[in-house]
């Protein structure tokens, strides 16, 4: 009689699992989501995740996890329905390390739609129970919960200030020198998030000692850690020169300039994306990066990468000519206009890369004439012209085409050079043309034969 009634209540968990099973299973294909919303999917899973089982739980909270990922209403429905709540106080307060882990998944799938749902997380009190599962000692936890922090942090500057309040910020420093790559490569992730908003929470990271440990993780052979750490690196940098220097005061230059000639493209762009942020604060830092041989890198890295892949590298060229005449000689001599000339034909969706090679070259042509004379040279000219004048072009690249083409015309005295502008351009890039014909002394048969034609 004990045995049937033991077997009756072990049919009864093992349907409740398989219910949670499925329930996972679907949750992760969209065209089934909006049906399991419409027939209870969400108030049978808040049941199961306080389950006797803790099996039963752990598939729960997967599937919760995946729903919540598919739409921030579900995630927001999710918190109005108290799982949340379940998530952080009874199944993260327990030992089983997977059941952890899917809880901290399913929370960073609620975090990641947006900051509302953040502070909504944060306001229940789920930064505690987060960040000390960064102190658990099954690495899976560890990640998971860097993912959690990583996720609510990059939303914006409120949100990362939660984070480093939390205490936060020397945790995933020490999970930067954890043995597990997969750890330290979530680790720098976060710390980028929570650096990119700000001065003040990019020096928060830099006093907790994070630069020396993320200049270790470049020695990896790991490319997504290399990727993370270089992008961490960036983050802290873009925000001043002071915070530049720190990082060249730790010997990055070499490192990084290796990296920008990397196998992976993604290396390569997270590399020349650092260079970018070190060389645009000074002169002095873009001529450490120049006289450590970074020209014929990163035109290498120009050549070599695609699509979007380029644009790191073409700014950084313009951060550098930008400067001082010198530096755009510098590049005008590394050929450096050659490789751009290619960037501006690049064929993109959405035309970022030719726009900013405009600017690049804009850059390099604002300082004499004779730099302008090596940018017109190329027959540039009518091909940042017609990028202007692409009806696909949006107001950015516009506006970056037109800067440039001023940076060129207000410098050239070559007027064959700029010739076959006068019979294509708009009238509002006409009279910058124009502009430089009066100033440069013309025999009179060319002015009644060239600018005397305009009018007619």
């Given at each position: 009689m004990a045995r049937a009634v033991q077997l009756v209540f072990d049919q009864y968990r093992i349907q409740r699992n398989a219910f949670a099973q499925s329930m996972a299973e679907y949750a992760q294909k969209p065209e089934y989501v909006q049906?399991?919303?419409?027939?209870?999917?969400?108030?049978?899973?808040?049941?199961?995740?306080?389950?006797?089982?803790?099996?039963?739980?752990?598939?729960?909270?997967?599937?919760?996890?995946?729903?919540?990922?598919?739409?921030?209403?579900?995630?927001e429905l999710m918190i109005k329905q108290d799982i949340i709540r379940i998530l952080l106080y009874f199944n993260m307060d327990k030992t089983n390390k997977y059941l952890k882990r899917a809880a901290l998944l399913a929370l960073r799938s609620v975090v990641r739609h947006s900051a509302e749902l953040s502070k909504s997380v944060i306001d229940i009190g789920?930064?505690?129970?987060?960040?000390?599962?960064?102190?658990?000692?099954?690495?899976?936890?560890?990640?998971?919960?860097?993912?959690?922090?990583?996720?609510?942090?990059r939303h914006d500057l409120a949100s990362a200030y939660s984070i480093i309040g939390a205490g936060a910020v020397p945790l995933l420093i020490l999970c930067l020198q954890e043995p597990e790559l997969s750890v330290r490569a979530v680790a720098a992730s976060a710390l980028s998030d929570i650096s990119k908003?700000?001065?003040?929470?990019?020096?928060?990271?830099?006093?907790?000692?994070?630069?020396?440990?993320?200049?270790?993780?470049?020695?990896t052979l790991e490319p997504k850690l290399k990727r993370q750490g270089l992008n961490c690196l960036a983050m802290i940098a873009k925000h001043s020169l002071h915070l530049a220097e720190i990082i060249?005061?730790?010997?990055?230059?070499?490192?990084?300039?290796?990296?920008?000639?990397?196998?992976?493209?993604?290396?390569?762009?997270?590399?020349?994306?650092?260079?970018?942020?070190?060389?645009?604060?000074a002169p002095e830092t873009a001529q450490l990066v120049v006289e450590a041989g970074g020209l014929g890198v990163l035109i290498n890295a120009i050549t070599r990468n695609r699509g979007d892949a380029k644009l790191p590298g073409i700014m950084s060229l313009g951060y550098i000519a930008g400067h001082d005449a010198s530096l755009a000689m510098s590049v005008i001599y590394s050929k450096g206009t050659d490789a751009l000339s290619l960037a501006l034909d690049e064929d993109t969706c959405n035309g970022h890369v030719a726009a900013a090679s405009a600017w690049a070259l804009g850059h390099i042509a604002r300082h004499s004439a004779e730099h302008a004379r090596s940018v017109s040279l190329c027959g540039l000219l009518p091909k940042i012209l017609s990028i202007y004048k692409d009806p696909k072009s949006t107001d950015e690249m516009k506006e970056k085409t037109k800067t440039a083409l001023k940076m060129?015309?207000?410098?050239?005295?070559?007027?064959?050079?700029?010739?076959?502008?006068?019979?294509?351009?708009?009238?509002n890039i006409l009279k910058y043309v124009v502009a430089q014909y009066s100033k440069v002394r013309l025999p009179y048969p060319y002015l009644t034969s060239g600018i005397s034609n305009l009018y007619l």
């Amino acid at each position: 009689m004990a045995r049937a009634v033991q077997l009756v209540f072990d049919q009864y968990r093992i349907q409740r699992n398989a219910f949670a099973q499925s329930m996972a299973e679907y949750a992760q294909k969209p065209e089934y989501v909006q049906q399991l919303i419409q027939q209870g999917a969400i108030v049978l899973l808040r049941n199961l995740l306080t389950d006797s089982s803790q099996a039963i739980q752990q598939n729960a909270a997967i599937a919760v996890g995946r729903l919540a990922g598919q739409d921030p209403k579900i995630a927001e429905l999710m918190i109005k329905q108290d799982i949340i709540r379940i998530l952080l106080y009874f199944n993260m307060d327990k030992t089983n390390k997977y059941l952890k882990r899917a809880a901290l998944l399913a929370l960073r799938s609620v975090v990641r739609h947006s900051a509302e749902l953040s502070k909504s997380v944060i306001d229940i009190g789920g930064l505690d129970q987060i960040i000390s599962s960064l102190e658990e000692f099954d690495p899976g936890v560890k990640e998971a919960a860097a993912w959690v922090c990583g996720y609510i942090a990059r939303h914006d500057l409120a949100s990362a200030y939660s984070i480093i309040g939390a205490g936060a910020v020397p945790l995933l420093i020490l999970c930067l020198q954890e043995p597990e790559l997969s750890v330290r490569a979530v680790a720098a992730s976060a710390l980028s998030d929570i650096s990119k908003h700000s001065t003040e929470t990019a020096q928060s990271v830099v006093d907790s000692g994070a630069i020396l440990h993320l200049v270790r993780s470049l020695t990896t052979l790991e490319p997504k850690l290399k990727r993370q750490g270089l992008n961490c690196l960036a983050m802290i940098a873009k925000h001043s020169l002071h915070l530049a220097e720190i990082i060249l005061d730790a010997g990055i230059i070499p490192v990084v300039l290796e990296h920008c000639g990397h196998s992976d493209e993604l290396v390569r762009r997270a590399a020349c994306g650092l260079v970018r942020e070190i060389v645009k604060h000074a002169p002095e830092t873009a001529q450490l990066v120049v006289e450590a041989g970074g020209l014929g890198v990163l035109i290498n890295a120009i050549t070599r990468n695609r699509g979007d892949a380029k644009l790191p590298g073409i700014m950084s060229l313009g951060y550098i000519a930008g400067h001082d005449a010198s530096l755009a000689m510098s590049v005008i001599y590394s050929k450096g206009t050659d490789a751009l000339s290619l960037a501006l034909d690049e064929d993109t969706c959405n035309g970022h890369v030719a726009a900013a090679s405009a600017w690049a070259l804009g850059h390099i042509a604002r300082h004499s004439a004779e730099h302008a004379r090596s940018v017109s040279l190329c027959g540039l000219l009518p091909k940042i012209l017609s990028i202007y004048k692409d009806p696909k072009s949006t107001d950015e690249m516009k506006e970056k085409t037109k800067t440039a083409l001023k940076m060129v015309l207000f410098k050239i005295e070559d007027l064959e050079c700029i010739e076959p502008l006068l019979t294509t351009a708009p009238s509002n890039i006409l009279k910058y043309v124009v502009a430089q014909y009066s100033k440069v002394r013309l025999p009179y048969p060319y002015l009644t034969s060239g600018i005397s034609n305009l009018y007619l």
